[in-house]
Every structure is written in C-alpha cells, then in structure tokens.
C-alpha cells in the first residue's frame, strides 16, 4: 500500500473510531479520532447498493451488504494507509418490538427488599412483556428477540406505589415496566456481514440513538424534543426529555414512498425517479428520458403536485408516531438523514403536528458541538446515524472501551450507562426462565374421582460468575468484566402410563375416559380413571373374614403402600391397599410393621398431605424432609394467594423448618380473612 498521501501513520491510533452507517441505499462509512471534548472526523466515504440487498434497514442479501460494505472499508483504508480492523455499526430502529406489562413476584415471607430481589423482578417482568408479544403476534416459544432496553414506570410493594423498593419491608413486589427488544436476525446479520469483510464488531447500538446523539447533544435535552432521522425505506423516531432518551420508534413510511410516486406518474425507473426528486429544489425544470425512450421536461410544480399526496401520508405518518411515542406535543422537533432535505417535507410535519414553523428545523447545526473537519462538511443530515456512531463510541455512549465478555465473547451491549449482570444477559439473549430454571410441568388425572398427581423434575439452577467469583444478576459490570453463565436447565415433565397406576389384566375392569383399557397406555393430564373390582369366589370368601374383623378392616382403610406406587404420586387412601401382605397369615400390628418397613426398604417415605397420602423418595443424602418442601405439593398458588397460609403438622401449628416423620399428618391450606 502507498502511504504517502495517508491522512494517518500506518497504525491508526487506539482511540480511533470507525463506523459504518449501513442504509436501504447506501453504505457511509467514517472515521474519527477524539480530540478534547469534539471528535475529529479524519475519513468519509460512501457506496450505493447495487442491488436490493436491504429491504426498509434490514439486510436481506448479507453477501452483496458484505461486497459493498468491503468497498466502503478499502477506499478508507487507502485513504488512511492503514488496516481498519474493528468497526462500530447500528441496527435499524425498522424492527423494534415494545410492550407494556405489569409483573407480580411474591417472597416466601416478608423481608427487607434488596437488589438481588429488584432484579430478579425486572428479570420476570422483561421476559413476561417478551411472551406478552409473541403471544399476541402468534410467534411460538422460541426466544427470537433481543433486549434493547427497558424502563420502569412503577413499582409497588405490598400493593403500595413506591418509588424505590431497596431497603423496604415487604413479601410481593410489583413493577410496571415497559421493555424494548430487537429481532435476533437484525442484530446476527449485521454481525455476519461484518465478519465476511475481516471486521470484528467493537459496539452496537440503534439507529435511531445514534441519529439523537449526533441531532441533540446531551446538553440541550433537559428539553423535550424529538429527532426524525428519514431515510429511504424508514423513519427513525427518537424523543428525549430530562436529560436522557425516552423512547424510540419508526414510522413505515419513508423517502422511498415519493420515489415510487415519482415513478409511477412519469414512468421511469428507480435511479431516474430518485435523480428527480434530488432536484426539485435545482432547478424550474428538470429533463429526463422514460422508460419507453421519451424524453420529457417537467416544471418543478409539477413534480410537487405528483408527489403532494404521498408527501402528506409520510408527514402524517411521522406526526402520529411522534405525539403517540413522546405522549403529546413535543418543543422542538429536529429532521435529519437524506430525506430531510425533500422540499415541502419541514413544511408538511408543521402543518400535521401543528406546531409552530420555528420549532421544526432541519438536523446539522449542532453537529459541530460534538464533532469538526477539516475537510468534510459535517453539517450534512444525511451524517446523522455515522455521526452519531462515531459520537456515541467516543464519548463512551457505547464504545469498545466499555467491552464485557460473556462466555469467551465480547457481549452485545446496545446502549450506554451502567450495567447489570442481568442487563447484560438480557441483551444477549437469554431470559428470566435460563436464569430461574422452570420446574417440569405436574401430570394430573383422575382415579376413581380422586385427583392423583405426578410430579415433574425441579430445574438445574443455573451457573453464575463474574471474574470468576460467584455474582448475582444485581451485580454491576465494568469495563473487561467477563462473565459465564451455564443457563438453568428445565426440568423434566411428568410423564405416567397405565400400568403406573394398575396394570391392565390385573384382574380389574380398567376405564380411561370412560373407555375400557386392554393393554398399557400413556396417561396425560386431565385422564380420568375407573378401577373397578372383579369379584372371585376367592375374594368373597377374603371379603367374609374383612366383615368379620372391623379392626383389620380400619387398619386396612388406612394402608398407604402400593407396589405400582412411583415418587411424588398422591393416591387417595382408598386405592391404596397393600395387594402383598396375606391378612389371614399376621397380625394387624405385624401389617403397620411391614408397612413402615416396605416404605424404608423400597427407599420411600410416605406423608398425610391435606388428607391425602404422599409417596416420595428418601433423600439421597439422607436428609429428613422439612415442613417447606411440602409446600410446592400443597395445591396452593403462592403466585396469586389471597388470604393467610397456616401450616399445621399432626394438629400444632408447624413452621418452615421443621423435620417431618413418616405418616405425620400435615395441612397447608389458606384461609381469607
């Protein structure tokens, strides 16, 4: 490479930024150094798309965005005489997905409120708002969106409104959030894109945060303003207010829509209509040649009248999107991108908004607080989202400074400001359930009009470090933090067959849903099963020594085993009559005996749960079951209780951590006061 004329020494410095500001049109890409409080902008250059590689921002042909954006990174090298390694990029603002949702979590028992808990809250309300959505728009389960961002409206504690939950007293917390996420394949194709060309991806960030960053400098968004970056195929909308950004959106309409016009009113192609409409404002009259080799003369009016109705659906369209994303009238509203600079548009958005004509001006003025050249015109609104690029990773809105690794790579961090372990996990694609785990789903049927339950498998919690050390989701990252994290693993759901419950053949009509039962079969949740007996002159002649001894007859009503019985099955106590013991070989004392023992034997252990038997298994470490590992088999929903929970074993009132013994008697119930 020559590098006589280089702007730069062969090694570009380490705070060099390059940014690449990649467009339905075209790709810009620019290069800038920070020098004091401003950035220095050393290198522009710009490539059209040849072909429709981006559809309305999103990359559609990752190949041809790869070739263009590969000709746009040689001409700067070249230019610099230097190898640009590490690029900068933002994602269309076109796909973004906000939802509004309240979320409710409730502690085990009222304790003072600490970070750990808010987050794991905000955790549970960000992926609740990702379901809400996909639900709505009929997606299926699969996590397919990415979290940009989210903010808080509200939080209560104990059903109170409260600023901050830290340090309160409290058992159910609540928070009103609204939470923003990007489509996984928006942010994956532009990184794939970038790693066709040699580039490593040093920060990313919206469209339209880049556009404000450049439009609105921090110091004057104690106002509420808006900025419109108007491209080809989209609108970014951001609005700010406070001092910081306070939402963003996109209208679906853009500078495209008057090209179309164009062409369909005069009948030329794509490039010629979009020649056109950069010329309005050039020239009285404008000549060209149609598509069927006319050539024409047209006056400026002309142009205008052809593209007035389209020009007023895109003002609309804007105007609407800004008071439904700001919640009203904005003071200011600040236009920027290409198609800015289309006559008639700063007057449309006044006229739609109805806002007064001083308060709605095109971006560029205030470029040059945060940004100089020497050799470009900087004050181009079409620099908006590169500028802003290149501003928001030099000053530390997001930059390479800021890198996190998460799991042996750099995270995807979309925006600036501090971070959370939690935050960054969300960003890059995992939700509340790979941080919790979810239990395996119950399998619950019916046996002789007795609900019987299976349960499924407890969730693997997951794996959490930071810098090798234990962290919790509250924990705040720094710069070179790196991060692991092994997601929690579901647990397993239940699953049963006939023969779990009595085997088909066993000597006993058998009836699922109504249906006899011939040979086994996999049972699923809300079966419904009827043993029914057949008597033999064997079990007549059994039956007459049962009616002789009422004693042996309460002993047997109270049995508890069953050889079919399998861990964490509840079978009502008048399906459970041990068919192993000879009741004219023992006596009733021998027949608890042998009970007891059975359940030690087979390793099991057996409780009276709310009336009803539980069968489990002993721990494998031998450790005694507590009071508190009944609750999750109790029936209660501790999610949406209403009243007061009493716990009681064997008549006295029981607490959390108490040990329990085999056939001890427990109810937890809850009662509404």
């Keep these: 490479m020559d590098n006589r004329n280089s702007i730069l020494t062969d090694t570009l410095p380490d705070q060099a930024i390059f940014a690449l500001d990649i467009g339905t049109r075209s790709i810009i890409g620019m290069v800038g150094i920070p020098d004091g409080d401003r950035i220095h902008i050393v290198a522009i250059e710009r490539a059209e798309h040849t072909k429709r590689a981006m559809i309305d921002g999103q990359i559609e042909d990752i190949d041809q965005v790869a070739k263009i954006a590969g000709q746009v990174k040689e001409r700067l ?91 309160h007293h409290g058992r159910v917390l609540k928070a009103d959030i609204i939470a923003t996420f990007l489509p996984t394949e928006v942010v994956e194709s532009l990184y794939a894109a970038m790693h066709k060309i040699g580039l490593e991806v040093a920060s990313l960030t919206l469209e339209p945060i880049a556009a404000i960053n450049a439009a609105i400098p921090q110091n004057i968004r104690l106002l509420n303003l808006a900025m419109v970056d108007i491209g080809a195929g989209t609108s970014d909308i951001a609005v700010c207010r406070d001092g910081s950004v306070t939402g963003y959106t996109m209208a679906i309409l853009a500078g495209d829509e008057i090209t179309e016009s164009i062409m369909k009113e005069y009948l030329v192609d794509f490039s010629t209509a979009e020649k056109i409409k950069s010329q309005i404002d050039e020239a009285e009259e404008l000549k060209f040649t149609d598509i069927l080799g006319f050539e024409q003369t047209i006056t400026r009016e002309a142009v205008f009248g052809s593209i007035k109705e389209a020009s007023s659906r895109l003002c609309q369209e804007i105007s609407e999107k800004i008071l439904e994303v700001n919640g009203g009238m904005p003071s200011a509203v600040f236009l920027a991108g290409g198609g800015s600079r289309l006559a008639g548009l700063k007057e449309g958005i006044v006229e739609h908004l109805k806002i007064d004509s001083k308060r709605v001006a095109i971006a560029g003025n205030n470029f040059k607080i945060n940004a100089y050249s020497d050799e470009y015109d900087l004050e181009n609104p079409e620099y908006a989202t590169p500028l802003g690029i290149v501003i928001s990773a030099g000053f530390n809105i997001v930059n390479d400074g800021f890198r996190v690794i998460l799991n042996d790579r750099p995270a995807k961090l979309f925006r600036g400001g501090t971070f959370t372990v939690m935050d960054v996990l969300m960003m890059n694609g995992y939700n509340y359930q790979d941080m919790i785990g979810r239990s395996g789903q119950n399998l619950v049927i019916s046996v002789n009009g007795k609900r019987t339950v299976f349960y499924g498998e407890k969730a693997e919690p997951s794996v959490l ?195 329990l013994k085999s056939r001890d008697r427990i109810l937890i119930y809850q009662v509404n006061e």
């Design 77 to 167: 090298e070249k230019k610099l005489g230097c190898k640009l390694v590490k690029v900068c990029v933002a994602a269309a603002g076109r796909a973004l997905r906000t939802e509004s949702v309240t979320f409710e979590m409730e502690l085990a028992r009222a304790q003072k409120i600490d970070a750990e808990s808010v987050s794991r809250l905000e955790a549970g309300a960000i992926s609740e708002a990702e379901k809400q959505f996909m639900n709505r728009e009929g997606r299926d389960n699969e996590r397919q969106f990415y979290l940009v961002g989210y903010t808080v409206s509200r939080y209560f504690l104990d059903n109170y409104m409260i600023s901050n939950l830290l340090e």
């Design 465 to 659: 470090t930071l810098n090798g050390e234990e962290a919790q989701l509250s924990d705040q990252v720094s710069a070179e933090d790196w991060i692991v994290f092994v997601p929690a693993s579901h647990g397993k759901s239940a699953s049963a067959m006939l023969s779990d419950i009595e085997k088909p053949g066993s000597g006993k009509r058998i009836l699922v849903n109504g249906i006899e039962a011939k040979e086994d079969v996999s049972l699923k949740t809300g079966d419904s099963i009827i043993i029914e007996t057949v008597q033999t002159k064997e079990d007549l002649a059994d039956q007459a020594l049962f009616d002789s001894a009422d004693e042996e007859q309460e002993l047997l009503d109270e049995s508890v085993s069953v050889p079919q019985n399998v861990p964490g099955i509840l079978i009502p106590p008048a399906q459970m009559v041990s068919t192993d013991i000879k009741l004219d070989q023992r006596h009733p004392q021998d027949l608890v005996q042998s009970e007891t023992a059975f359940h030690k034997s087979d390793g099991k252990i057996t409780f009276f749960l709310n009336d009803k038997p539980i069968t489990l298994p002993v721990k494998a470490d031998q450790r005694p079951y507590y009071l508190m590992d009944m609750l999750e088999y109790s029936g209660l929903d501790f999610k949406n209780l209403t009243g007061r929970v009493v716990l009681e074993v064997n008549g006295e009132s029981g607490y959390f951590q108490q040990e």
